[in-house]
């Protein structure tokens, strides 16, 4: 037990009579940085804000960094830093009087507390912006500040809730590194919750799948990638100039063919099982007078993953861009079973 | 996590939110300009008797008798020395009836004074002289002011000519003459000397309702408003006691409501020329529990809601019935029955009361001890309330 940094047991959250949360059972190791990737209204925040007590669990329970959450949640507190969806800071306070305040509440000596707001400033590169306050700050900026008051107490778990929202590329990069560096040197257990699939990728050693409430897959980044390769799928992409409705359903209706998504004005992107495949996508395209400028076979991202296990897209919920042959709940299940 | 860490917390929270509402420049201007602004409108709104001067009235004399003879010349020479006195009105002469009447309706005058055109001849055949006072309907509270002023003035000048009349005619001693004339002396004192103004009856109400509406502002804002932008979840996710956020709120918030009451003493003593009777020291006690029970009330409401709008929503609607019903403006006692009932369950009541017994009759601790003992019960039953409202609020 003592590699376990969290370990959920059937964790349920109600609200009123809907689901927000349906039975999530995981354990997140020690040191390891975890994912919980999914669209909007997921349950990711609630699950967050359960392991971090600020929200009591219907049913279930949990553990995080060995303490019960219902029953030992002061010292749960002591263990983890929250870097939640909205900014934890207070405008009219300058950048150190929120440090300090949150360190006086962690009772940190007053000298130790004083160094490390200097060292951590200086990390983010800060410094010079302590004394102001932060209602003139740029959402990158208070970000920063805002990530690096949950480490104050250096806990032993920071759980971060969709830490990039928001934010230029610059700054998401930015944080990204600051994420990977706490981790690498300090060795922080982080929770990270997140829609965009490349920060996932590209950050977590393991990424659970969440839609509506429930775990859909649970795994690493490379291995949730196989479910796709290994399921005897491949995702075709196709530029085609002249994209009419007719034409997607036509591709749709192919017996290979499992999901169909028009990206943008001029590319497709199919989802099709078989060796026979492409043929049959391209004698569809072009029966349907569809002009094939390019056609590739691209290597399957965590994007195309979520898509496959779920059926639906996880960034737009733009139900026109996407058409789904088959319902998503036996897309679901097939998989989820498969990956068991 | 023992109590002193725990009431270091709560010291560390209410200096958060103090520095925040001291960083409100505006809202620091208002602080001041609130109170400022409700005296001045609570003074216009009911001029008291002794503070009203200069009022503009016109007067016309009609009498047919114009010159030395003119009994009615005497009248207004008469009147215009007593005025100079007392600096009641500002007298100017007009040519009509239809002139006051007129000047009245375009607000150049506030009440004119018509002497009757058979003023002198009346008198000088032994009949009664008509002066009539026109009042300014569509001012009820002045008018009515105006009229029994006036009315007393004049009454005062026929009393003083019949008993100069008495002495000239019958050559009975002036102070007999007077006796007969005016056999009644009545007079009215309070039980503390000197005049009290009207701002010394609705100063202790309006310190009482100005600081029930700042904390009635504030108190959604420090809490609803936390919870809505999220920082709240910042403290609740730090291993800090409940009872130590609810604690710094209670501490931040008293301060605020102190500092709001003790400015709008300043005002009313520096400002207004209130004199107060009673402690100091006293007062500040009485505010004290009084902001108490307010807190708490406004913990109480802002745990049930949501969101700042609603709380605000809901403590303005509890507000203004509070601010009328506990006794700022008028005395409980000339209240409906029901309404008298309604005022016995809010606390603002026996704080205003007892204020006022301070600020205006000066009395002692004694005096008001049950005033201050509901007050502690209510201080007692609603924070407890809080803080099981604030601490079930705290989990969902
Ligand atoms: N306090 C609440 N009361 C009622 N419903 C709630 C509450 N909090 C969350 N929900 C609902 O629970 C569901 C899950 O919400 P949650 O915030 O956990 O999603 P999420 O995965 O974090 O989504 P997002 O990507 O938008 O942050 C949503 O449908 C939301 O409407
Ligand atoms: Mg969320």
New binding site residues.
């Given amino acids: 037990m003592a590699d376990v940094a969290i370990k959920a047991t059937n964790l349920v ?1 109600k ?2 009579d ?1 689901v ?2 349906d039975h999530l059972s995981f354990e997140v190791k020690k040191g390891e940085i975890f994912g ?1 990737l ?12 359960m392991l971090c007590t600020l929200s009591s669990p219907t049913e279930g329970s949990a553990t995080v960094a060995g303490f019960d959450i219902a029953h030992q949640g002061n010292r749960v507190r002591e263990h983890i830093g929250l870097v939640s ?1 909205k900014m934890i800071m207070y405008d009219r306070l300058t950048a150190r009087e929120n440090m300090r305040l949150f360190g006086e509440l962690y009772d940190i000596p007053r000298d130790a507390l004083r160094e490390r707001i200097d060292k951590l400033l200086q990390v983010v590169n800060m410094e010079k912006w302590a004394d102001h306050q932060i209602g003139t700050f740029s959402t990158g900026m208070k970000q920063r500040i805002n990530v690096i008051r949950a480490l104050l107490n250096e806990p032993e778990i920071l759980f971060l ?2 830490p990039t929202l928001g934010l230029d590329p610059q700054s998401t990069n930015e944080i990204r590194d600051f994420a990977r560096s706490i981790n690498d040197d300090a060795g922080t257990t982080i929770i990270l ?1 997140t ?1 965009a699939m490349a920060e996932a990728d590209m950050l977590c050693d393991r990424i659970s799948i ?1 839609d509506y ?1 429930k775990i859909v897959a649970l795994d690493t980044p490379s291995n949730l990638k196989k479910v796709i390769t290994g399921a005897d799928t491949s995702v075709i992409e196709l530029d085609v100039p002249n994209i009419t409705p007719t034409l997607v359903s036509d591709i749709q209706s192919l017996s290979c063919t499992q999901t169909v998504t028009v990206e943008d004005e001029t590319h497709i992107k199919v989802h099709a099982s078989g060796d026979e495949s492409c043929d049959n996508v391209i004698d569809a395209v072009r029966s349907g007078a569809g002009q094939i400028r390019s056609i590739r076979n691209v290597e399957p991202t965590l994007e195309d993953v979520f898509l496959y296990l779920t059926g639906h897209e996880v960034r737009a919920q733009v139900a026109d861009k996407v058409t789904t042959k088959e319902p998503r709940s036996r897309h679901g299940a097939r998989v989820q079973s498969r990956i068991r | 996590m023992g109590a002193r860490s725990g009431i270091r917390h709560a010291l560390w929270i209410a200096w958060k939110d103090l520095l925040d509402i001291s960083r409100n420049r505006m809202g620091l201007v208002m602080l001041i300009l609130m109170p400022l602004f409700m005296m001045g409108m609570v003074g216009y709104i009911f001029p008291s008797n002794s503070g009203m001067s200069n009022v503009p009235v016109a007067i016309a004399n009609l009498d047919a008798v114009q010159g030395n003879a003119s009994l009615s010349t005497k009248f207004v020479a008469q009147l215009e020395a007593l005025n100079n006195k007392t600096g009641m009105m500002d007298l100017s002469t007009v040519g009509s009836a239809a002139d006051v009447k007129s000047n009245i309706q375009n607000g150049q005058q506030s009440a004119g004074i018509i002497i009757g055109s058979n003023f002198t001849s009346n008198l000088k055949t032994g009949k009664q002289a008509d002066v009539t006072i026109v009042n300014d309907q569509s001012n009820p509270q002045t008018a009515s002011l105006i009229q029994t002023q006036l009315t007393q003035v004049i009454q005062q000048m026929g009393t003083q000519t019949a008993t100069y009349g008495l002495n000239q005619t019958y050559k009975t001693p002036l102070n007999y003459s007077l006796a007969q004339v005016a056999p009644y002396n009545v007079q009215a004192t309070g039980i503390v000397p000197g005049q009290t103004n009207y701002f010394e009856f609705v100063a202790p109400g309006i310190m009482g309702m100005v600081v029930m509406m700042s904390l009635m502002t504030g108190l959604p804002h420090a809490i609803s408003f936390e919870r809505e932008v999220g920082t709240l979840d910042g403290m609740l996710a730090a291993p800090v006691h409940r009872m130590s956020i609810l604690g710094g709120k209670v501490i931040a918030q008293t301060t605020r409501g102190m500092m709001q009451g003790i400015i709008v003493l300043t005002l009313s003593i520096v400002l207004f020329g209130v004199v107060v009777q009673g402690s100091i020291a006293l007062i500040l006690g009485i505010l004290l529990l009084g902001v108490f029970s307010l807190v708490g009330l406004g913990i109480l409401i802002t745990s049930f809601t949501s969101t700042e709008e609603t709380a605000t929503m809901i403590m303005m609607t509890l507000t203004f019935p509070m601010m009328f019903l506990s006794g700022v403006f008028f005395p409980i006692s000339q209240m409906p029955q029901f309404m008298q009932v309604i005022a016995q369950f809010l606390p603002l009541t026996y704080a205003i009361s007892a204020l006022r017994q301070v600020v205006v009759l000066g009395v002692g601790v004694q005096a008001i001890s049950r005033d201050i003992f509901i007050l502690f019960g209510f201080g007692i039953v609603l924070l407890s309330a809080a803080l099981l409202a604030f601490e079930r609020a705290m989990k ?1």
């Fill in positions: 959250k609200f009123r809907f927000a949360v919980f999914g669209p909007n209204g997921a349950g990711k925040t609630t699950t967050i804000r969806e809730d969709e919750t829609h969440v409430g | 969902r």
